[in-house]
């Protein structure tokens, strides 16, 4: 499972880079209007007591000019396995809201998101006691969205939150 996503995530990485030489000619999108876009990631993540978690998440969005500037609002998923011997395993959905730098036109450059949702922790295989019906999960992310010609784009972020410490990932994505 762990190859398979790092190894997604990597040729759709090639992809972006191949279509930017393709897409240096076509405009960008009229931000007046929203848009969407998909973005699978991989990142690091800490959890507690527990040794660093390797997550693969997918995040739908939408983005558009606002009146504070451009904006994007969706939804993400992220399922973390622990990278050393643990059985703690960790489903994280949540919405986000995300601003981009206020003087930008366009949804790239630096972003700041919040992100409100819930986590399922799951020991030896069952959902504990505690976090049968979901935890809270409660953070915020900032990251870099770097455009690769009109359609695609690369984005490092870190975020800190609850229940985790912290994490550190790559999304790639596509606007549609």
């Given amino acids: 499972m ?8 990597i040729l759709i990485s090639a992809a972006c880079l191949y279509a930017q ?4 000619d076509i405009s960008y999108h009229d931000m007046s209007r929203p ?20 997550g693969y998440g997918f995040a739908l969005g939408s983005e ?9 609002i969706g939804l993400k998923g992220i399922y973390a396995v622990p990278l050393a011997e643990d059985d703690l395993t960790t489903l994280e959905v949540t919405i986000f809201f995300r601003i981009y730098m206020p003087w930008a036109d366009t949804a790239d450059g630096f972003f700041a998101q919040l992100t409100y949702g819930f986590a ?9 006691l505690l976090a049968e019906s979901g935890m809270i999960s409660l ?4 990251g870099w969205r770097f455009p690769l010609g009109s359609r695609f784009f690369i984005e490092p972020y870190i975020r800190a939150g ?13 606007r549609f």
């Avoid at 030489?21 to 240096?24: I, K, L, S, T």
């Avoid at 848009?35 to 990142?43: D, G, K, L, R, T």
């Avoid at 609850?162 to 596509?174: E, R, V």
Wanted: glycine share 14%; net charge positive.
């Fill in 162 to 174: 609850y229940p985790y410490y912290g994490g550190a990932g790559l999304s790639t994505g596509i």
């Fill in 120 to 128: 399922l922790f799951s020991w030896d295989g069952r959902i504990q």
């Fill in 64 to 72: 558009g000019n606002v009146f504070i500037g451009t904006a994007s």
């Fill in 21 to 24: 030489e393709n897409q240096r």
């Fill in 139 to 142: 953070g915020v992310t900032a």
């Fill in 2 to 9: 762990r190859k398979i996503a790092v190894t997604a995530v």
């Fill in 35 to 54: 848009f969407f876009f998909a973005a699978p990631s991989v990142e690091a993540v800490w959890y507690g007591r527990t040794p660093p978690s390797i």
